[in-house]
């Protein structure tokens, strides 16, 4: 398949680590997107573990992933105010020839070190109250606020959660579409940290947490990656 070759080329570990996925429009479509900065690369569908759709009011809403070749596609009922992915994007190890492949530490002879590369998306999609009560995901960036309501320029403050608890020390992506080196704040020791919003239209905060595994045959970390999504500006001309 075109799309496995495509993955085996792309298959180092800086690109498994420095991805991410988040929510956004295609021709129409909503969308979940792999990428680092403003790439939009194909992925197995099949990595997909988990996707939650939320109203309002906090209750489910339907969500189906519409499975493409590379790449996939929700359809909801409704518009939901909060969407959930999870994506689990597997194994890397570092062979004794220096070179990564996407499998775990135990399959690959003389392997020199390996990790599993875990990413996590929370969308901000049609809320005009209070943000309602979130399902835990493993990382999380959470608005302390609706960011809906917002403008390019003004202040957002968040909390960064690592298993449902406040995370210190750990740098957030202020636009990781247009500028993923930059990381202009870090949390603090409530896991919160203030940031500007950057883009009247979509807007892709990103955050990301690695934990070392002990005694684990297929991995020596867990590296988790997590973005927060939404649109800001709403009532700009475009």
């Known amino acids: 398949m075109a799309v496995i070759a495509v993955l085996a080329v792309l298959g180092s570990v800086q690109a498994a680590l420095a991805h991410g996925i988040w929510l956004a429009e295609r021709r129409g479509e909503l969308a979940i997107v792999y990428g680092h900065g403003a790439s939009d690369?194909?992925?197995?569908?099949?990595?997909?573990?988990?996707?939650?759709?939320?109203?309002?009011?906090?209750?489910?809403?339907?969500?189906?992933?519409?499975?493409?070749?590379?790449?996939?596609?929700?359809?909801?009922?409704?518009?939901p105010a909060i969407v959930l992915v999870d994506f689990d994007n597997g194994f890397y190890s570092?062979?004794?020839?220096?070179?990564?492949?996407?499998?775990?530490?135990?399959?690959?002879?003389?392997?020199?070190?390996a990790g599993r590369y875990v990413k996590h998306a929370l969308a901000i999609r049609h809320l005009h109250g209070d943000?309602?009560?979130?399902?835990?995901?493993?990382?999380?960036?959470?608005?302390?606020?609706?960011?809906s309501v917002l403008s390019a320029g003004t202040p957002l403050r968040l909390r960064v959660l690592y298993k449902g608890r406040p995370l210190a020390g750990v740098a957030l992506i202020a636009d990781y579409v247009n500028?993923?080196?930059?990381?202009?704040?870090?949390?603090?020791?409530?896991?919160?940290?203030?940031?500007?919003?950057?883009?009247?239209?979509?807007?892709?905060?990103?955050?990301?947490?690695?934990?070392?595994?002990?005694?684990?045959?297929?991995?020596?970390?867990?590296?988790?990656?997590?973005?927060?999504?939404?649109?800001?500006g709403r009532g700009h001309a475009h």
Do not use: C
Not at 96 to 113: F, Q, R, Y
Not at 131 to 147: A, K, R, S, T, W
């Open 41 to 79: 690369d194909p992925y197995d569908p099949g990595k997909i573990s988990k996707v939650q759709a939320l109203g309002e009011d906090s209750e489910p809403v339907s969500v189906e992933v519409e499975d493409r070749e590379t790449h996939a596609l929700l359809a909801t009922i409704g518009k």
């Open 179 to 232: 500028m993923p080196e930059d990381k202009p704040a870090t949390t603090d020791a409530a896991g919160e940290a203030e940031l500007i919003v950057r883009n009247n239209g979509l807007n892709v905060i990103a955050v990301s947490h690695g934990v070392p595994l002990e005694n684990d045959p297929d991995a020596d970390i867990v590296e988790h990656f997590a973005t927060l999504s939404f649109t800001a």
């Open 131 to 147: 943000l309602p009560e979130l399902p835990e995901q493993d990382l999380q960036i959470v608005p302390l606020g609706n960011p």
């Open 94 to 113: 570092e062979g004794a020839d220096g070179k990564w492949v996407n499998k775990p530490k135990s399959e690959v002879d003389g392997a020199k070190t």
